[in-house]
């Protein structure tokens, strides 16, 4: 693999960054775990498929923060796709150095991980790789469970959360 490394003149600074990558909408999601009996999440919305044949999922984490070091420890977590009816959850999730899961009533998935109740859906995970990139870390994640449930998911976009609501207009060109 080629690496480019960008000239010291070139800078962008990170509030540009921001505002720029937030005209890509996103969904968001909780990433949970569990390490000695103590549950661990996050509010992500770097999140995106990486392939079907292995199942595998890709999410950025914070580095330095208690949950990433606790995936990484745990080797296992969840990814709760939040409904359309859980920002509160999204911003508890969001804030450093509380307890996440304070009067949250979570079940556990078959694989120890704590699962974010009326999420939209949730994947649980095997960490398969991890590599640092900035200040994330980037995790790989092989899926071996899934679970779906009715309902809307929570939208992302220009720092705001929005619904994903059906257009309710048929395209006119498909284009594959």
């Not at 796709?81 to 078959?110: M, P």
Request: hydrophobic share 45%.
């Amino acid at each position: 693999m080629v690496q480019n490394p960008a000239p010291a003149t070139f800078y962008v600074d990170a509030p540009a960054m921001r505002r720029t990558i937030g005209h890509f909408a996103t969904g968001v999601a909780v990433v949970t775990t569990c390490t000695e009996g103590t549950p661990h999440g996050m509010t992500v919305n770097s999140l995106t498929s990486v392939s079907l044949e292995p199942p595998l999922l890709l999410v950025c984490l914070t580095i330095g923060a208690r949950s990433t070091g606790a995936v990484s420890e745990a080797g296992r977590f969840a990814v709760n796709i939040l409904s359309a009816r859980q920002e509160h959850l999204a911003l508890r999730f969001a804030k450093r150095g509380e307890d996440h899961f304070a009067n949250l009533e979570v079940t556990y998935g078959q694989h120890g991980v704590p699962i974010i109740p009326d999420a939209f859906a949730h994947l649980e995970c095997l960490v398969e790789r991890e590599l640092v990139a900035g200040d994330h870390l980037v995790v790989i994640g092989r899926v071996i469970r899934v679970c779906e449930r009715d309902g809307e998911p929570l939208g992302f976009l220009g720092g705001r959360f929005s619904d994903v609501a059906v257009r309710g207009n048929e395209p006119t060109h498909w284009f594959f």
